[in-house]
């Protein structure tokens, strides 16, 4: 099929990759020229596992292209995926004047042939209606063409992974020939991988897409919620996590105590489903101590390594871990960076280092250091500070760390490490509701 995707963030570049290779003929769109100049050789303008490979084999095999211009993109295509930023406004609603922008350049090109236009991006529920309207309004033949909503459940750090073998497919569609057609795009995946295709109608779709997302956060808060009652208490929170997790009904993904969940997801989804629940005249107070509990995560944190460093002024702190997550370079809505922030205004000096998101951090925090390894941000320390997750800090030679600081104090936001080990090898050690 000839698709066209507009838009090349974390969804819009790795859908338009998959689709490629999943054989069909995809043009991607996007007006950033930085970005663009990069993806014209072939090079991903942002770090995700395998997505890189993926480009490189399809647009060396043609079927992968990218440009600027939406108009022959639409013109030429028979599908064309919306995939567009959705940011959180200042008063929480999602603000879709991308999306909006989109739908009327694709008014102006759209002709010829019965076309599908999917809203990829997480948008409020009657987004789609939105959207058709806005086409209506600028020109468009209604027979020419159908809205539908197919939400993405993308994990940044396993995006292709998760996009290549879904555990289901959600296509909402409201007429029958938008239903066969999501069908023919999705057909060479669900034939290979079996994977599930749910069918609702468009208005479900939008909404599941949220409530997925608003369930996932519900579930980091609790675990903060255990994990502040297990530090008052003196009871381990991984103990009593992983206990309640066994039971089938719950399940123990996501039930992680730490320093609250970040990225570009979760804080606007959370934020934009609290507004649709008040524009349907819902009482919102679950998301509202969704988002509240999660700001308390980090600020206990804050005040654990405040109360325990006392005057910070002139302290060298190292932080290990700068994107909101591991195996991606993103940093938006970082906790690692509420941290530095923090302690940057009481006059601590901060080294920092991250496998991937260095170079991301730098451009939003020029004035402190960045280390080669996790030994230099350890050499000289007073105090560090695990933010993120990644792999290789649960293989450091903690010994080895423990000699290079200055004063072995160590605060894990992520429960990297393991507390007896760590006071064992002479660490006084600070997780979260161990």
Known sequence: MRIAVIGTGYVGLTTGTCLAEMGHQVTCIDNDPEKLAKLRRNVSPIFEPGLQELITRNAGAGRLSFDDRIGPAVKDSEVIFICVNTPRKSDGHADLRYVEGVARQIAEHLCGEYKVIVDKCTVPVRTAEKVRQTILRYGADETRFDVVSNPEFLKEGTAVQDTMAPDRIVIGADTAPARLKMMEVYRPLVEKTGAPVKMVSVRSAELIKHGANTFLAAKISFANLIAHACEEAGADALEVLEAIGLDERIGGHFLCPGIGFG??????????????????GIDGMFVEAIEKINKQAIERFLRKIEKELWILDGKAIGVLGLAFKPCT???????????IDRLKAEGAVISAYDPEAMENTRKAVPEIVYCADAYQVAAGAEALVVCTDWEEFKHLDLARVKNLMRT???????????PEEMRGLGFKYFGVGR
């Open 408 to 418: 072995p104090i160590v605060f894990d936001g992520r429960n990297v490490f393991n």
């Open 329 to 339: 370079d993103d940093i938006r809505n970082a906790p690692a960076l509420k941290v």
């Open 263 to 280: 990225g570009s997801c979760f804080p606007k989804d959370i934020a934009a489903f609290g507004k649709t629940l008040e524009t349907l």
